[in-house]
């Protein structure tokens, strides 16, 4: 399975960009699929996390602000970011957790891809 993430960017702040992570492969079903962060100096931190029963989780530091969303049929994941702020900024690392079999799941990471939010 290989994560494919894009879709960030330069923005000023109070902007918005759209993150997306397809997943490819094949003989696997997403149970979770998600976002987690890293800026310079700060442990990786999940950001908003959904899972295949539809529900999600976010981070307290974004409730309100962005939105996780799924499209089943593409093994696609996107994160809206709305009203961005310049602690957002970061390395946005996309993960999902998969089934292959009855038995057999695994962990998997995209590339990251960054979020610069200026003052």
């Known amino acids: 399975v290989q994560l494919q993430a894009s879709g960030g960017g330069l923005v000023q702040a109070g902007g918005s960009l759209r993150l997306s992570c397809a997943a490819s492969g094949s003989g696997f079903v997403i149970n979770v699929m998600g976002w987690y962060r890293q800026a310079p100096g700060n442990q990786r931190e999940l950001v908003a996390r959904?899972?295949?029963?539809?529900?999600?989780v976010y981070a307290d530091s974004v409730k309100g602000r962005f939105t996780i969303s799924r499209d089943n049929a593409k093994n696609t994941v996107y994160l809206q970011m709305n009203s961005l702020k310049p602690e957002d900024t970061a390395v946005y690392y996309c993960h999902a957790h998969v089934s292959t079999s009855v038995t057999s799941s695994a962990y998997y990471w995209g590339q990251g891809t960054q979020v610069t939010v200026s003052s």
């Open positions: 959904t899972f295949s029963n539809g529900n999600t």
